[in-house]
């Protein structure tokens, strides 16, 4: 006998969810950085969320990407404009970082995804 009734959940409900096989596609590969600061936020990411980043994959303008600037990691998007690569906030606030010629851009993976907490 039944009681009560059926969830309206019930329909949506996907089983068991692995997070490592839904967000990391290259085990050996991926870390994981907090995030620190708001110069991303325009991008979805904010102080304190949990950044999955795939240093395997070949940073491309646009991706988001984890830089070591002075010593420092750093959270913009690629940006490369004729010869010159740009390091851009997407937080007004905050300024471009641009790479000239003489200057080398460590790069320690992409970003491929976020994990937000709301508790």
């Not at 068991?16 to 290259?26: G, H, K, T, W, Y």
């Not at 980043?53 to 491309?60: F, G, I, N, Q």
Request: glycine letters at 10%; aromatic letters at 6%.
């Amino acid at each position: 006998m039944t009681t009560g009734f059926a969830s309206p959940a019930d329909d949506y409900l996907e089983g068991r969810l692995s997070l490592d096989a839904l967000l990391i596609q290259n085990k050996e590969a991926t870390f994981f950085v907090r995030a620190k600061g708001d110069s991303m936020i325009g991008a979805g990411i904010s102080d304190g969320d949990l950044l999955v980043v795939d240093k395997s994959l070949t940073p491309a303008s646009g991706n988001i990407i984890i830089a070591v600037i002075d010593g420092d990691l750093t959270v913009r998007r690629l940006i490369q404009r004729g010869g010159n690569v740009i390091l851009q906030p997407e937080n007004p606030g905050f300024k471009e970082i641009e790479f000239k010629d003489e200057q080398v851009l460590q790069v320690w993976g992409v970003v491929t995804s976020i994990i937000k907490r709301f508790v």
